[in-house]
């Protein structure tokens, strides 16, 4: 069974934006169902969003608070490839993984797994990142690329977690054998 912050992590549009002054969709559902977070914080999801929220919260209905954003079209993020020049900045910054490229090569986007959250623009240093007008989608399809988002931002968080411990063993282990060669 869902816990109340799962199920409101669900009615959020997963774009991992942090607008709402969290670090991702789920911390900012983890905040309402704590009450520490107002449910009117995330732009992307706008005043159909915070509807749904106040629905399933039954509490009343408040406008977007202008302080955290602007509702806008859905956007996706355009690499202008013969500019980038690989610093993979970009790389670190997306929370879905949604760019490709490796070091020294030029990086792009894959249009469907980009969120839109707009996270690459500022590392970027030769400014060849811009936001391009996507289609709107449908409620099911929306709700489908909402999934899918979370499935790749939580995978992310995963690979971030176990890439942290193996270095914190890696650590471990080099300062424990800097002791025993210290005590031979
Ligand atoms: S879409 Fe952005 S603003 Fe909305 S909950 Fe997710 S991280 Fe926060
Ligand atoms: S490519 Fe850029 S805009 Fe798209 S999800 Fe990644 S960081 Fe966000
Ligand atoms: S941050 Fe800009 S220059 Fe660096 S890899 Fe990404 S797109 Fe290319």
Redesign the pocket.
Known sequence: MMTVSEQINAL?????????S?K??RP?AEAIAEGNADIN?????GDDGIHALAAFLDVPFKPLNPA?GVHKPRQVAFIIEQDCIGCVKCLAACPVDAIIGAAKFMHTVIADECTG?ELCIAPCPVDCIVMEAADELDVLAKREKADFAKRRFEARELRKLQEAAEKAERARLKKAALLQKQSV
């Open positions: 959020l549009p997963q774009t991992q934006c942090g607008q709402c969290y991702g969709c900012y914080q995330c732009p992307p999801g955290f959250c």
